[in-house]
């Protein structure tokens, strides 16, 4: 323990140092001249612009945005497929939400061609009843396909990346 405080000690004592001794050294540079005294023309001036350097910053830019590009669309139809549907999970699906308060809700859901209403807290999920009338059947996926599904926001941005996918040319999807 001793050893490392030593150590400690004399590690912040040459940071001290150093930081104290920074001013003085930049001082006595400046009074020779400063860096570019070894110079014999210490005023910076611009140099005369070169048509070969405009082109080839021009031609860097353009490469760097096609780049971009390309790195876009392959998000596009390499992720932007897989997120753009919601999954609905071994033929199952919600139909019908309704938020009680924070962490609590209702739901109407439709598994294996059965129609249950769910009472979901943030801890369990349980079966309430099992809708059997027909017409209140017929009725919910008529909402359902009324109302349509609205995607989260993940979801609906990697579905503009797959649209735009399918707006690119054929001949450049290979």
Known sequence: MERKSIFLACFVGIIVLLIAAEP?????????????????????????????????YLVSLFAIFIFVVGLAYFAARFIGGKFAKQ???YGGRILSHLPLGPNRSVCVIEMSGRVFMLGVTEHSITLLTEITDPDEIERLHREDLAFGRMPDMFSQQFGTLAG???????????
């Open 24 to 56: 003085a050294l930049a001082a006595e540079e400046a009074a020779r001249g400063g860096y570019l005294a070894g110079y014999e023309n210490s005023e910076p001036r611009p140099t005369s612009i070169s048509w070969w350097s405009t082109i080839a």
């Open 87 to 89: 999954k609905l999970g």
């Open 164 to 174: 735009l996918v399918q707006k690119v040319p054929p001949m450049f999807r290979k």
